[in-house]
């Protein structure tokens, strides 16, 4: 046999070999050598220029091949290959999502598509260059430490002096041992306008902005940092009455992966659409086409709830700083950013001056040299160190003229000026040399003195030269959330069998219920007086003697139930009246006392609360003589599910029967609208519109010319450009002033509405047309204000418009208003409108600093909304919500 142990025998102590390496130290020393070198030199980026490594040495390597000209991706990556010790692949990658972000890289050829997520084109067929921008604030050889590549052969810079805060304009992510990064993209010009607040000493509030566009509630940013989440919406409006159509997608997506959510949501029967259409080329343009029959807005909201329509995006803003991983907020990285472009700025400056004053002072020595004829002498000296001493005593008596003392240097260039400059100096031109390098010194020496003023000049610079078409895309909004189940289209059947006692969507031979969804809850009620609510399966069992079973919907405050029980075997008889909201799930319920052998008599449920008579019929018994009498449940008010009831009688009932089906004994709902989300709700959150009944409509009038009658459901999208919304009234006459961008003038029109129609447009169809103000008053009064014509303007003119045109067909394209040019239409205050109209001019709403932050503006516009509301609260109501 072999001498040789097995790799798995019994380690022997004894053995003589002490040369031991211990797994476990090994693992220790490597393990964190290798999880520092992938935090520090791969995964994270540093905070004083916001790079990684692999995109710094790109960058320097461009820098070094740069020449104006594009230049093969294939040979860039073959040069960076001297500085990033990885493969090839790495290098490509990191160029395209750099070339990507559309900032530093100037690129030409096929670099992939982030909307479709199309990759790049193979490295030798692209070329790439860097940007006027790149150039502008991210390379100075002057400022910037260098350290050895890493084979020693080459310098590479530690940090790259960059003057802008790069880090949050292009957005980075990385995966390291034990530690991940996440830093969102934020807008150029929001970056710029916040460097400029910090300068100047106030606070600034910045958000993401991402380069897909799209919705995005920024609510829980929390800064960037961890814990935080924003929740990223697509752009979805209606292309047509079955059509919808995606715009813009959400950030981190692609229209391949969204349409692929799609589909799957349609196949699980949570939507039910067509089919999907992308039609993406330049701009995201994907076609939902609907089923017949589906509600569009409902539609909107299940993708949202579905599909990749909607995603939760979380922040986690980590960087390296002095060599060590440091969680920062983004608002402290644009701080830190700021500061370092101001430090960066200043030794620019003192390195300008430097260079200035060398200048000065050479062109001063040159001058004395050869106006006093210095090298005339110079046969004289047969070396250096006696010239230099000649050079010295000539040059002592215009000491005080030089900025420092003459150097050896400084000699050294002077004997070296070839004799034809000297024959050829001109002493007036050397005269207006010194005069220009006086003015640059002190324009140097004024912009140290006020640093602070001439970075905000930079940055404003930055701004005016390449922030044009970088608006921000992304729009920031506050999102309501989706309840699941009220979008979810009915994509099964409920079935119950009621001898055995189950229910479920599997039961398909068994008696219909009603439509339903998977993720529905289903009510059931017992005649033994118990209730529970349960998940809708494919098949349960949900007891037997069942009264009433139904799909549950929470929080229906609406559907109102009905009963009549008896109290144990031989108790009184007992009637209540309850709704059932907020439950728990497979929890039984007694809707009576509690007593053993209680029995519902009657019960009803009732979608809308209505309030039925019923006749209840006694069993007969010695000394009674009435054996019969009616109830209505509409003089017995609605109280919890708890409640025990008010008494029927203690005599025993034989039944119950319905002698009269009753009318609601609820109110109308009191309905909201809350501009923040442009949706209606009934929890008194923006502004009101009144009280509406289930058959009432919703009137909505914009400004592309649109009016629309709206059901009140929750569920309801409406428009941005919103000009007025309130109860519809099939009574009044709508009066609109329109521009009419073909002929460039002011029209007035005023028609009856279509109660049947559901989205009508009433201006004309030139893209440029707009209305101006629309009035549903009896008799409306407007005042024109009129343009100045060769600097005389007429004086304002009060239009009554009921006088000025009788009501027409809706197709009528109306009177023009008048033949001068109109500076402005405002409405004028009636007796009518000031008990009915709240009016918001938009100028109240607008903000003439430009540069403030987009969380700012929002907070203003919430306060300014605020303070109109108090003013003018002792407005009757209902409100009618009007933004002249």
């Known amino acids: 046999m072999s001498d040789k142990k097995g790799l798995f025998e019994p380690f022997d102590s004894s053995s003589n ?58 040979n860039v990556i073959g040069n960076t290959m001297k500085y990033h010790p990885h493969g090839d692949a790495s290098i490509g990658d990191a160029m395209v999502q750099i070339g990507q972000k559309d900032l530093l890289i100037d690129m030409q050829g096929n670099w992939g598509n982030i909307f479709t997520g199309d990759s790049a084109a193979a490295p030798r067929y692209i070329e790439a260059r860097l940007s006027k921008f790149a150039l502008d604030v991210v390379f100075n050889p002057k400022t910037t430490t260098w350290q050895s590549s890493y084979d020693g ?214 001058k004395i040299f050869i106006k006093e004829e210095m090298y005339i002498d110079f046969k004289k000296y047969s070396d250096r160190e006696t010239l230099y001493q000649y050079l010295y005593e000539r040059f002592r008596p215009f000491k005080k003229k030089f900025l420092r003392e003459v150097q050896d240097e400084d000699l050294q260039k002077l004997t070296q000026i070839p004799m034809i400059r000297i ?107 118990t209730m529970v609510v349960s998940k809708v399966q ?108 008010n008494m029927v009688t203690r005599n025993p009932v034989k039944k119950v029967v319905i002698k009269e089906k009753g009318m609601s004994t609820l109110g109308a709902h009191k309905v909201w609208f809350d501009e923040a989300v442009r949706r209606i709700n009934y929890d008194v959150k923006g502004t009101y519109l009144g009280e509406f009944m289930v058959e009432d409509k919703i009137l909505v009038v914009t400004t592309s010319g649109y009016y629309s009658l709206k059901a009140v459901e929750l569920t309801a999208h409406f428009d941005d450009d919103i000009i007025l919304m309130e109860k519809f009234d099939p009574a009044k006459i709508l009066t609109a002033v329109y521009w009419d961008g073909e002929s460039k003038l002011h029209f007035v029109k005023r028609f009856a509405l279509d109660a049947s129609s559901t989205r009508v447009h009433f201006i004309t169809e030139n893209p440029e047309s707009r209305v101006e103000l629309v009035s549903l008053e009896t008799a409306p009064v407007i005042n024109l204000q009129f343009a100045k014509i060769k600097g005389f303007a007429p004086k304002d003119e009060k239009v009554k418009l009921a006088d000025f045109i009788e009501v027409r067909n809706i197709k009528a394209k109306g009177n023009k208003l008048s033949p001068n040019k109109i500076k402005d239409v405002s409405p004028v205050e009636t007796a009518e409108s000031k008990k009915k109209t709240i009016a918001i001019p938009r100028e109240e709403i607008e903000f003439e600093n430009t540069s403030i932050s987009p969380v700012e503006a929002m907070r203003l516009a919430a306060k300014k909304k605020a303070e109109f509301e108090e003013k003018h609260k002792d407005l009757d109501k209902p409100n009618q919500l009007n933004l002249f």
């Open 17 to 74: 070999d002490h040369n031991i390496t211990h797994l476990s130290g090994m693992y220790k020393n490597w393990f964190l050598d290798y999880a520092s070198y992938v935090i520090l030199e791969r995964a994270v980026p540093a905070i004083e220029d916001g790079m990684k490594p692999v995109h710094r040495r790109i960058l320097h390597s461009m820098w070094e091949m740069e020449d104006g000209r594009y230049n093969k991706v294939a």
């Open 153 to 366: 052969r080459n310098k590479e810079p530690v940090t790259l002096p960059v003057k802008f805060p790069l880090l949050l304009a292009m957005g980075v992510e990385g995966i390291a041992v034990g530690l991940a990064c996440k830093i969102l993209p934020h807008n150029f010009c929001e970056l710029i306008d916040g460097s400029i607040a910090i300068l100047r000493g106030r606070k600034a509030e910045i958000v993401p902005d991402f380069p897909t566009g799209g919705l995005a509630d920024f609510s829980n940013y929390n800064d960037g940092l961890r814990g935080g989440r924003i929740r990223v919406r697509a752009r979805i409006g209606m292309y047509d009455k079955k059509t919808l159509v995606i715009s813009e997608i959400p950030f981190s997506t692609t229209t391949s992966s969204l349409i692929e959510s799609i589909l799957n949501a349609n196949e699980k029967g949570k939507i039910k659409v067509r089919k999907v259409e992308d039609n993406t080329a330049e701009n995201v343009e994907i076609l939902v086409h609907l089923a017949v029959g589906s509600d569009p807005d409902k539609t909107i909201d299940a993708l949202y709830a579905f599909t990749d329509c909607e995603l939760s995006i979380s922040p986690n803003a980590g960087v390296i700083e002095n060599d060590r991983p440091r969680f920062v907020g983004v608002n402290e990285m644009l701080k830190i950013s700021t500061h370092k472009t101001l430090e960066q700025l200043k030794r620019e400056l003192e390195l300008e001056l430097h260079e200035l004053q060398e200048k000065w002072h050479f062109a001063s020595l040159e």
């Open 423 to 529: 024959t050829r100096f001109d002493s007036i031109k050397a005269d207006d040399l010194l005069k220009e390098l006086d003015l640059k010194i002190e324009q140097v020496k004024h912009h140290l003195i006020n640093l602070t003023d001439y970075a905000v000049e930079f940055f404003k610079d930055l701004k005016k030269k390449y922030g044009t078409g970088r608006e921000r895309k992304t729009e920031i909004k506050s999102f309501e959330n989706i309840v699941a189940s009220r979008v979810v289209i009915a994509n099964e059947k409920l079935y119950v069998n009621r001898e055995e006692g189950f229910a479920g969507y599997g039961l398909k031979k068994d008696e219909f219920v009603s439509d339903c969804s998977d993720i529905d809850d289903l009510i059931v009620f017992r005649k033994d007086g």
């Open 538 to 645: 494919d098949k349960a069992f949900v007891g037997k003697d069942l009264l009433h079973i139904a799909i549950f919907k929470k929080n229906d405050e609406r559907t109102t139930y009905n009963l009549i029980y008896r109290d144990g075997p031989k108790g009184a008889v007992l009637m209540k009246r309850f709704n059932v909201t907020g439950i728990t799930r497979d929890k039984p319920y007694d809707l009576c006392k509690g007593t053993a052998g209680s029995e519902i008599l009657y019960f009803s449920a009732n979608p809308n609360g209505e309030a039925e008579r019923v006749t209840v019929f006694l069993k007969p018994a010695v000394a009674l003589r009435k054996l019969q009498f009616d109830l209505d449940f509409s003089e017995l008010a609605i109280k919890s599910r708890s409640s025990m009831g």
